[in-house]
């Protein structure tokens, strides 16, 4: 598996080889498509084994939305080559989420609606629209995001300030608004504790 990740995070799934894969991995040929019926279930499998590990790592909490998107941004620039699998699977146009319901992205839009609901966060824009802003923020200076890489390419020095940047945005645009200006407030001051 190791293997198969370091092949597709640099070659996707049409110019990856399994011939290479079993070099690397000192495994036969055969028995890697005996065990996973072909490449692209390959890829599957290891698409799977690298979201798994991120749901693990990420906990989501609709309530906490600036945190989840700090954790997902760490998580992103720590490990690069789950966003290249990530923008290879968007490239190859493979829609399949490969892990189980619950940690659909269609069930945290869910959880981010329900907290809109109850008043935990801000309405000003669709729970949709509001995951995609923080998980495209989050992993913005990635390989899945090559503009923050030419705009900011000395990234990885600048990593704290780009922390608390996402953190602010983040709180701005999921802050219900009676609280908008008390938690900016907050973190412009030093003290919201995430920062």
Not at 40 to 49: G, H, I, Y
Not at 159 to 170: D, E
């Amino acid at each position: 598996m190791t293997a198969a990740t370091e092949e597709f995070a640099a070659f996707g799934i049409a110019g990856a080889r399994v011939d290479r894969i079993a070099r690397t991995a000192r495994a036969n040929k055969s028995q890697i498509y005996e065990y996973f019926g072909n490449k692209e279930m390959l890829f599957q499998a290891v698409l799977e084994r690298q979201l798994s590990y991120v749901y693990q790592t990420v906990q989501f909490d609709p309530d906490d939305l600036p945190d989840y998107a700090g954790m997902l941004f760490d998580f992103a620039m720590d490990h690069p080559e789950l966003m290249r699998l990530v923008l290879w699977n968007g490239l190859e146009q493979k829609r399949e989420w490969p892990l189980e319901e619950a940690l659909s992205l269609p069930t945290q839009v869910r959880r981010i609606r329900a907290a809109q609901d109850a008043g935990h966060v801000g309405t000003d824009y669709p729970a949709d629209f509001l995951l995609t802003l923080i998980i495209t923020l989050a992993s913005a200076w990635t390989a899945a995001n090559p503009f923050g890489i030419s705009i900011t390419p000395d990234a990885e020095s600048r990593r704290p300030m780009l922390r608390k940047a996402i953190l602010r945005a983040v709180q701005t645009l999921s802050c219900p608004p009676r609280l908008n200006s008390v938690k900016i407030g907050e973190m412009i001051n030093g003290s919201q504790k995430a920062v």
